[in-house]
Nanobody, 126 residues
Framework: QVQLVESGGGLVQAGGSLRLSCAAS????????MGWFRQAPGKEREFVAT????????YYADSVKGRFTISRDNAKNTLYLQMNSLKPEDTAVYYC???????????????????WGQGTQVTVSS
């Protein structure tokens, strides 16, 4: 069992940066693929980025590629999302999620993410 708590959200101007963190409890964090998702008002939740358990493989949505960087520190049980060059369309609640399926697909399908945080709000003003 893993519990996830996001932090680092806030209000930022377009072009600015934010770094989200996701603190995980549970000794098995280091064995899970982890991901970031987001949900804007009136829209469905969408995938943002994912990282393999070892940190050596990542995958991004086209909309954030080149601007966002996902990383993890397994010693600290923490997942990160560095967001640069933020745009108003990045405004959303951001969720971290854990995938314990050890599946063979890459990137993992969304249904494999079974642990979810409560979310942190990111608002980008124009």
């Amino acid at each position: 069992q893993v519990q996830l708590v996001e932090s680092g959200g806030g209000l930022v101007q377009a072009g600015g940066s934010l770094r989200l963190s996701c603190a995980a409890s549970g000794r098995t964090f280091s064995s899970y693929a982890m991901g970031w998702f987001r949900q804007a008002p009136g829209k469905e939740r969408e995938f943002v980025a994912t990282i393999r358990w070892s940190g050596d493989r990542t995958y991004y949505a086209d909309s954030v590629k080149g601007r966002f960087t996902i990383s993890r520190d397994n010693a600290k049980n923490t997942l990160y999302l560095q967001m640069n060059s933020l745009k108003p369309e990045d405004t959303a609640v951001y969720y971290c999620a854990g995938d314990d399926a050890y599946g063979s697909k890459w990137p993992p399908p969304e249904y494999e993410y079974v642990y979810w945080g409560q979310g942190t709000q990111v608002t980008v003003s124009s």
